[in-house]
């Protein structure tokens, strides 16, 4: 469903993605772990055409991501994106957030936006926020309505960016517990997450990635458990049993 060849990234001199390629299947959950700096984000901003990549190849459903394309808009339709910060508009209510994109983007009527909205956030466990403004939430009710947000726009894929790391520990699950409903609900996911024990529950794949490439991938048993590559042990390490 997903497909990088060999894609190269820079910001500068900086060589953020060196020579990337990954497969995804529908249906599929990959997760990707790493360093900060290693180029996880650059991948799924790549992926959504928010970076243009400037070598290699990258496909959504056989159409090319090129975000100076008329398919961008398409691939966006079918790719949705959960980001780090949440991303709300501040002067839209919860229920506003999550019509927005299917009124003026796929041209639903209002009424039918609104309920499927309704649908979603009762999903996500926020019925009772939809007139609710994102500075009335906590962090943690921000992002489920992020994640409603991108449903609504009723994807193929999800891509999520560090989902949980901008969130109070407290806060954590409640969004991961979304996610492994999506996950049984058969949503092809890629994740960038520190989360290693939610990668280890509910990834078909997981990918460590250092300096702009694949260092290992492989089942989450395999690559978690018994890592092969001494830099993906070392990260592991210090990631479950930091100082």
């Keep these: 469903m997903i497909v990088l060849r060999d894609v190269h990234k820079s910001f500068g001199t900086n060589h953020v993605l060196r020579g990337f390629s990954l497969h995804v299947k529908k249906g ?46 398409s691939i966006r ?36 936006a609104q309920m499927q909205g309704r649908a979603l956030l009762a999903q996500v466990g926020l019925s009772d926020k939809e007139e609710a403004f994102p500075k009335q939430l906590s962090g943690g009710q921000q992002q489920r309505v992020a994640i409603a947000r991108a449903l609504a ?12 790391s901008a969130l109070d520990p407290e806060l954590v699950g409640e969004v991961l517990a979304v996610m492994r409903d999506l996950a049984r609900q058969g949503m092809t996911m890629i994740v960038v997450t ?32 018994r890592p092969q590559h001494a830099r993906t042990q070392d990260f592991l390490r210090r990631v479950t049993h930091p100082l």
């Design 153 to 164: 726009m009723a994807p193929e894929a999800i891509l999520f960016d560090e989902p949980t």
């Design 194 to 225: 520190h989360e290693i024990a939610f990668a280890r529950e509910v990834a078909d794949r997981v990918i460590f990635m250092d300096q702009g490439v694949i260092v290992e991938e492989g089942d989450a048993q395999s690559v978690l458990s």
């Design 77 to 112: 339709r079918r790719v949705s994106m959960v980001f780090q910060r949440f991303n709300l508009f501040p002067h839209r209510t919860v229920l506003e957030n999550v019509t927005e994109g299917p009124i003026y983007v796929n041209q639903m009527p209002v009424a039918k």
């Design 28 to 73: 599929e959950i990959v997760c990707i772990i790493g360093p900060s700096g290693s180029g996880k984000s650059t991948v799924l901003r790549c992926i959504n055409g928010l970076e243009t990549y400037d070598g290699g190849d990258i496909h959504v459903e056989g159409m090319r991501v090129d975000a100076k394309s008329d398919l961008i808009q």
